[in-house]
């Protein structure tokens, strides 16, 4: 077997039949210098990416397979099953507290008890995804835009809590909108990360996750978009207002609890895939 960086076998691999192997470690007409293993072996100063102390949390050698069409999957990526897990929970308790503020609770210490509590179990996975950064850098960028989110989202609250101003004034509504897209742009960009960390393991829980974005997108467009209409004169447009803030509201509520569901499942399926690939289980092998 050649001594390749992605630990691949050349004479078993496709690439190297079909002459379009990214980058030899020997050289030759293969090297064309844009393989991301080989500049990261490079880097790094090691022969293969299994001498690599960072091998256990690396987004890097999960590629591997659909940059080099080798039968074998990478489960580097097993190892966020747990902190799915736990995202999951605090999704849960986020969302229950986030709705009592705004919606069931009148009492303004309840409220506000309520408010620092969601916004508490915000900072918890936020924390987490700064700690799943370590398996793709994605988690980060989607960890930055949740935080941008939750310090708008605190202006109109401390507005309308502390000094009595209404939720329905142009500059409250703004920053609401802000808030919303904010959070919009940071939950799918952790769920797209979870598609394309799966997608070498898992085809259809890629694709799910890659869905369940698009939904949630489309939710939270409905519901930014019936205040818009709602400021017209016209009779049909203030149906139209109503529909879709219907559907956004109900479609809403819907994809936070498949996203529970998803959490849960996917944090146990790489759980047990990681239990069984440890025990030699399993054709997943690193």
């Known amino acids: 077997m050649n001594q390749t960086f992605c630990g691949n076998d050349c004479e078993h691999c496709r690439k190297t039949h079909q002459h379009s192997c990214p ?3 020997e050289g030759g007409i293969f090297l064309s210098g844009d393989c991301l293993i080989m500049d ?20 890097t050698h999960p590629r591997r397979d659909n940059l080099y ?8 990526c097993t190892g966020i099953g747990k902190w799915l897990t736990l995202m999951g929970i605090f999704r849960i308790l986020e ?14 210490w309840a409220e506000l008890c309520s408010a620092i509590i969601s916004l508490l179990c915000l ?34 609250m401390i507005a309308r809590i502390f000094f009595d101003v209404p939720s329905d004034t142009g500059g409250v509504m703004l920053l609401n909108c802000a808030c919303v897209v904010l959070m919009v742009v940071g939950m799918c960009r952790f769920w797209a990360t979870n598609s394309e960390l799966l997608r070498p393991l898992d085809k259809k829980r890629s694709e799910q996750w890659e869905k369940l974005g698009g939904w949630y997108i489309l ?25 879709l803030l219907g559907i956004g509201v109900f479609g809403l509520v819907g ?9 849960f499942q996917t944090g146990a399926y790489l759980k047990s895939l990681r239990a069984k690939v440890e025990a030699g289980k399993s054709e997943y092998t690193t």
């Open 40 to 59: 990261c072996a490079r880097s790094k100063g090691v022969e293969h990416c299994y001498d690599c102390q960072f091998q256990e949390n690396c987004h």
């Open 219 to 243: 939710c939270n467009g409905a519901i930014l978009l019936s205040p818009l209409l709602g400021m017209t004169q016209s009779v049909a447009l203030h149906f139209v207002t109503l529909f």
């Open 123 to 156: 900072g918890v996975m936020i924390g987490v995804l700064l700690v799943m950064k370590h398996y793709h850098e994605q988690y980060q960028t989607a960890a930055r835009w949740l935080t941008l989110g939750a310090a708008v989202e605190l202006v109109p």
């Open 95 to 108: 969302t229950i507290f986030s709705f009592a503020g705004d919606h069931v609770l009148k009492e303004k």
């Open 23 to 25: 980058g030899c470690k």
């Open 69 to 76: 069409g080798c039968t074998r999957k990478s489960t580097a």
């Open 255 to 263: 994809v936070n609890c498949v996203e529970v569901v998803m959490l």
